[in-house]
């Protein structure tokens, strides 16, 4: 009994207790981190990270007003995790900062993406500050911190059905493909990383790729492709390499939009 009392009243007993409830939790996170601890750990992580960061958010999203003339955000629908009993993917609204203007031609049409990227988009993208909104997909339960990069509707009806099993999973804020290249690879490179990933998801590997991430964000790597300020599209890339014809290409844009105003609607 004494040994208890020790514990519990002496400095040093107290830190024993603390570093054994440690090392418990870490070997408990280990054994059961894709079934109960990734999920737990996207929730604490995310929702403390929201706190701190709170006056970044609050500064960036008046910044962002008045060098975008008005809403800072910029919402988009994208594929997140397949539903177990239709074995679709659920379509979510992904939340980022606005790096582009919304300018038009004469037609209508938005401009191209290198025209409509600001300086102060340029910002925000090599420091990944743009991604920041996305604690709020994490913390809800859209995203995880860790997981396949979340593609856009239109990448995704133009993927193989082995390449949707990225979607096996909930996608994430970074990921394998993100340490390993992130715009800087094929785009069949990425679903490659993306599907090596989902075979053993362990916490150790999580933490090793949040780890990289972070090295990636100070050394302002890969943001981009070589020579280009924003990337193709899947399905551009495909047509652009000859890997689908104009009519499939244009078949499945028009499968993206339905899906799209299904969801809108």
């Known amino acids: ?25 870490i070997l408990l996170s280990a054994l059961f981190y894709k079934v109960f601890f990734k999920r737990f750990y996207d929730i604490f992580l995310s929702g403390l990270a929201i706190l701190v960061l709170s006056p970044v958010l609050i500064i960036l999203m008046i910044v962002g007003a008045i060098k975008m003339k008005g809403n800072p955000f910029f919402t988009q629908l994208r594929p997140g995790k397949k539903n177990k009993k239709t074995g679709e993917e659920k379509i979510f609204r992904l939340i980022k900062f606005r790096t582009m203007t919304s300018e038009k031609d004469e037609n209508g049409n938005l401009l191209p993406d290198e025209k409509r990227l600001t300086k102060y988009g340029k910002i925000l993208r090599s420091t990944s500050l743009d991604e920041l909104p996305e604690l709020f997909n994490i913390f809800i339960g859209h995203m995880s911190i860790v997981g396949p990069r979340p593609q856009l509707v239109r990448d995704m009806v133009f993927m193989s059905d082995e390449q949707r099993n990225r979607h096996n999973i909930r996608p994430g804020l970074t990921g394998l493909a993100q340490v390993n290249g992130r715009n800087n690879i094929t785009w069949e490179q ?76």
Do not use: C, H, P
Not at 3 to 22: A, C
Not at 190 to 199: A, G, Q, R, V
């Open 1 to 25: 009994m004494w040994i208890l009392e020790k514990l519990v009243s002496e400095w040093w007993g107290i830190l024993i207790l603390l570093v054994v409830s440690f090392l418990i939790l």
């Open 190 to 265: 990425k679903f490659e990383y993306d599907l090596e990933y989902i075979k053993k998801i362990s916490l150790f590997k999580d933490v090793k790729i949040i780890l990289l991430t972070v090295l990636k964000v100070f050394k302002r790597s890969d943001i981009a492709r070589d020579g280009m300020e924003t990337d193709l599209d899947f399905g551009d890339w495909l047509l652009k390499e000859d890997k689908v014809t104009d009519e499939e290409y244009k078949e499945k844009q028009q499968k993206a939009k339905t899906l799209i105003m299904g969801v809108e609607n």
